[in-house]
């Protein structure tokens, strides 16, 4: 009796866990783009704004060092 309790116990748990993992994700119905849209253009943009972004990084002055300890 009691291992009948741990399984259907252990299934409910994993099935909630599983349950709560699919969350969160957007539904896109079969569809990846959208609608009017062409991949071409919407990759230029993407990297048209991932260009901008990069130009906001500052240069950095001196080398990281990984093992330097304070300053």
Do not use: C
């Not at 119905?29 to 500052?58: C, F, I, L, W």
């Amino acid at each position: 009796m009691r291992f009948v309790l741990i399984a259907v116990a252990a299934a409910v748990l994993f099935a909630g866990q599983a349950h709560a993992q699919g969350r969160g994700r957007p539904d896109t119905g079969g569809a990846s783009e959208p609608k009017g849209e062409d991949r071409q253009k919407r990759m230029a943009r993407e990297e048209a704004a991932a260009r901008a972004a990069m130009k906001n990084v500052p240069d950095s002055k001196e080398k990281y060092d990984p093992w330097k300890i304070g300053k």
